[in-house]
């Protein structure tokens, strides 16, 4: 078993920035990538951004060059930085891991608001 827990989110302004993060605990061992998720109200959830092992980064198009995924395995966590936030970034960012024997593992998610 993996377990995740995300921290982080807030209220921002448009334009601002937030960095989430994602602790990493149990068999960490058998991650093999770590990604990103989010959940507006309403709406389906949407993948993000992930990183493998090796350092490897992909992004969902409506954030590719305003989010960066990066992780640190010393620490066990990854983090998402995300910058020059917009209204429609507004949802539950929720923190996933890719494991041995393709099991997926889930944080609780953080809630993230961007508004004026």
């Known amino acids: 078993q993996v377990q995740l827990v995300e921290s982080g989110g807030g209220l921002v302004q448009p334009g601002g920035s937030l960095r989430l993060s994602c602790a990493s605990s149990g068999r960490i061992f058998s991650i093999h990538a770590m990604g990103w998720y989010r959940q507006a109200p309403g709406k389906q959830r949407e993948w993000v951004a992930d990183?493998?092992?090796?350092?490897?980064?992909n992004y969902a198009g409506s954030v590719k060059g305003r989010f960066t995924i990066s992780r640190d395995n010393a620490k066990n966590t990854a983090y998402l930085q995300m910058n020059s936030l917009k209204p429609e970034d507004t949802a539950v960012y929720l923190c996933?891991?890719?494991?041995?024997?393709?099991?997926?593992?889930w944080g609780q998610g953080t809630q993230v608001t961007v508004s004026s």
């Open positions: 996933n891991a890719l494991a041995d024997y393709g099991n997926r593992y």
């Open positions: 990183i493998t092992s090796s350092g490897y980064t």
